[in-house]
């Protein structure tokens, strides 16, 4: 019993008898907002505890990867995939035309809806010997005419305009050549501005800086010039306006820097428009709790824009362009789980913070409205 005495003593929480006890309206008013706002709190804390904790690191680059990964997804409204090509080109010397091996086109009305299946095309660049070759192969089931371009046989409407380019002849009357007649391109001709076209999938590129664009259309290199030729039409007449969904160098990470062009749009606002985007490309590697690293990049982007005309006095060609520049340097993400105690501490702090302040907002509260019952009662409350 003397034990139970002294241990008596070392209460901090003395009670009060229950008749001196006074509950008054606003005390229930404050509880009860003193548990939602503990609620609240809690709950945030929780959700913080469950997060993983990421620290930064940042050094010098010393991976090997040989190469980079771009995968993209971008519609252009106003023109059709017929008269779009995608080519990418980097710094070592290396030259992609019309990439199409892990690029898949879909052509889109108008209104932004798909008119039909997505396609995967398999084009492959020829040297002017393979074409020869090609040529002379199926002479003898058909050999038709290179109309004075060159000798030898153009079996198709894109050997016709390879043997003009190679004269650097304008090919003007399309309607009238046979092989473009049996490949229907006076039709595509007529939906050249009717229709938009999604061009999305992957890429892989060296890793070394390098570019990549969307332009109206057949690309080819003469004397090593890279060149897009756009006949019958102007490139005056083609509007490059285009919404990027996508664009991401390497694996998804969790990372508002990952992808920072998602869902911009870019608005041609006059004649023929060059868009630029100027990218600086930072290696990013992520280490998981559970010990998997993921190798991914993070970029920032400067946008410019300019109208290209011969009254404007700007040379360039309308399209899309994409620049990127490697970062020598690497930033390193690594999950680390939050600390127990801290969470624990946290919610400590939570419970006696709140009902502490709640604590001296009911006393003021009680106090004041005491006094002023006084005042009423005595008649001095004016």
Known sequence: ?????????????????????????????????SILIISLLFWMEVLSYMTPNLTEELFVDTSRSPNIE?????????????????D????????????????????????????????????????KNETLEITTKNKTEYCGSCYGARDGCCNTCEDVREAYRAKRWA???????????EEKFGE????????GCQIYGNLVVNRVSGSFHIAPGKSFSINHVHVHD???FSSTEFNMTHHIRRLTFGASIDSET????????????????????????????????????????????????????????????????FQYELSPLMVKYTEQERSLGHFLTNICAIIG??????????????????????????????
Request: proline share 4%.
């Open 1 to 33: 019993m003397d034990f139970i005495k002294k241990l008596r003593r070392f209460d901090a929480y003395p009670k009060t008898l229950e008749d001196v006890r006074i509950q008054t309206l606003g005390g229930g008013a404050i509880s009860i907002v």
């Open 70 to 86: 771009i995968q993209l997804d971008i519609i252009v409204p106003q023109v059709s995939c017929d008269f779009l090509a995608l």
């Open 88 to 127: 990418a080109m980097d710094s070592s010397g290396d030259q992609h035309l019309q990439i199409t091996h892990n690029i898949f086109k879909r052509s889109l009305d108008l209104e932004g809806n798909p008119i039909e299946e997505p396609k995967k095309e398999d084009i492959t660049i020829r040297s």
């Open 171 to 181: 090919l003007d009357n399309v309607e009238n050549i046979e092989q473009c007649k």
């Open 188 to 195: 595509k001709l007529k939906t050249a501005f009717k229709q």
């Open 230 to 232: 756009v006949q019958p």
């Open 258 to 321: 990952h992808n920072p062009l998602k869902d911009f749009v870019g608005v041609a606002t006059e004649g023929a428009t060059m868009f630029q985007y100027h990218i600086k490309i930072v290696p990013t590697s992520y280490a998981r709790k559970d010990g998997s690293m993921i190798f991914s990049n993070q970029f920032s982007v400067t946008k410019h824009q300019k109208t290209v005309s011969i009254l404007s006095g700007e040379s360039g060609m309308p399209g899309v362009f």
């Open 353 to 382: 913070g709140v009902y502490t302040v709640a604590g001296l907002v009911d006393t003021f509260l009680y106090h004041s409205i005491k006094i002023i019952q006084k005042k009423m009662e005595l008649g001095k409350l004016h």
